[in-house]
C-alpha cells in the first residue's frame, strides 16, 4: 500500500481523505406500528454467541458482558430501523487480565459479531503491539500507526499490552505521538473503528491515569480472571480432543498434579502454557514410539502417557505449597 490516508487531519497535498464509508446501507424508516421480531435478528447474533462457548471455557462474567452489549447493538439496530436516533453508540473497550485467557479470541468473535450487526465494514482484527506503532526516530512513528490504522479500518483493532505505548520515564520515547493520533481516529473515525487496548489491569489502570484523553474514549472494561484448575483441566482436555489425543487413564492425575504445579511458577500464562504443555506431552510421545519401534496401533497413536508429562521439568522442581 502506498497511499496514505490521514485520519482526521489536514488532507495530504494529492486530493482529500478517503471519506468513511456506512457499515449498511440507509433505508427508510419503518412506520410506528411495525413489529421487528427481534429473535429473528438475533440468530446470526446467538450463532457468534455460541461459538465463543465452544472456543472458550468458563470467563462467565466476559461471556455474559459480551451479550449484553450484543444486546445493545441488537436494540439500537431495531431502533434505528423505525428513525429513532440515539447515536452512534460508542464501542471502544479495555481487556484486562493475565496472558492466555482469551482477550483475542474475544476480540476476534466481537469483531465478527459487530459486522454482522452492520457496525463495521469487513469483520476484521488486526492485533498489533507498541512495536507496530511507534518509530525509533523522529519522523517515524507517525507513518507507522496511521498505516496501521489504515489496515484496521472497517473492522478492530486490537493493541495488546498498550500500556508500553507510554513510557513516562523516557521523554524522548514517541509513544505519545501514537497515542495522539490513536486519540484522533477514536474519535473523529469512530463510526469505521472500533479500538480493544488490552493488558495486565494494573498497568492498564496506570496507563489510563496517564492519558485521561484515551481512558475517556473507552467506553467497555472487560477483564478475563485467570482459569482455575478445573477450568485448565477442562481446556487441556477440549485441546487434546481437538488434535485428535487422549489422555490415559493413569495419565490423568499427572496432567492435574502437572497444572498444579505450573500454576505456582513463574510466566504461567493460563490457556497458552497448557498448550504448550501439550505439545511437549506431544514430542515426548512422538520420541518414545519412534524410539521403541515396530507396530502401532491407532490407540497408541492417540494416546498420552504419565511418562511423557513427568519428563517435564515442573516436576523436576519442588513444588509450590497449594494455596
Do not use: W
Not at 74 to 79: H, I, K, N, P, Y
Amino acid at each position: 500500500m502506498t497511499e496514505r490516508m490521514e485520519f482526521g487531519m489536514r488532507p495530504p497535498a494529492g486530493g482529500p481523505a478517503e471519506p468513511p464509508q456506512p457499515a449498511e446501507p440507509a433505508f427508510e424508516p419503518l412506520p410506528p406500528d411495525a413489529r421487528i421480531d427481534l429473535a429473528e435478528d438475533g440468530a446470526q447474533v446467538n450463532e457468534i454467541l455460541d461459538a465463543l462457548d465452544s472456543d472458550l471455557v468458563g470467563l462467565a462474567p466476559v461471556k455474559t458482558r459480551i451479550r449484553e452489549i450484543a444486546a445493545l447493538l441488537l436494540v439500537d439496530r431495531a431502533r434505528a430501523r423505525f428513525g429513532i436516533d440515539s447515536g452512534r453508540p460508542n464501542l471502544h473497550m479495555c481487556f484486562t487480565g493475565g496472558p492466555g485467557t482469551g482477550k483475542t479470541t474475544v476480540a476476534m468473535r466481537m469483531a465478527e459479531l459487530l459486522h454482522r450487526l452492520g457496525y463495521v465494514r469487513k469483520g476484521h482484527l488486526v492485533s498489533v503491539t507498541r512495536d507496530d506503532l511507534v518509530g525509533q526516530y523522529v519522523g517515524h512513528t507517525a507513518p507507522k500507526t496511521k498505516e496501521v490504522l489504515k489496515r484496521a479500518m472497517g473492522g478492530v483493532l486490537f493493541i495488546d499490552e498498550a500500556y508500553y505505548l507510554y513510557r513516562a520515564e523516557n521523554e524522548r520515547d514517541y509513544g505519545q505521538e501514537a497515542i495522539e493520533i490513536l486519540l484522533q481516529v477514536m474519535e473523529n473515525r469512530r463510526d469505521d473503528l472500533v479500538v480493544v487496548l488490552a493488558g495486565y489491569k494494573d498497568r492498564m489502570d496506570s496507563f489510563f491515569s496517564s492519558n485521561p484523553g484515551m481512558s475517556s474514549r473507552i467506553a467497555h472494561h472487560i477483564h478475563f480472571p485467570d482459569y482455575t484448575a478445573e477450568e485448565l483441566e477442562a481446556i487441556g482436555r477440549l485441546m487434546l480432543e481437538r488434535q485428535g489425543y487422549a489422555l490415559a487413564p493413569e495419565a490423568e492425575p499427572v496432567f492435574r498434579e502437572y497444572l498444579r504445579r505450573r500454576r505456582t511458577q513463574p510466566r504461567f500464562a493460563n490457556a497458552r502454557s497448557v498448550r504448550n504443555a501439550i505439545e511437549r506431552a506431544r514430542l515426548r510421545h512422538a520420541g518414545r514410539l519412534v524410539a521403541r519401534g515396530g507396530l502401532v496401533g491407532r490407540q497408541e497413536l492417540m494416546t498420552l502417557h504419565p511418562d511423557d508429562f513427568l519428563a517435564s521439568r515442573v516436576f523436576a522442581e519442588p513444588a509450590a505449597q497449594a494455596g
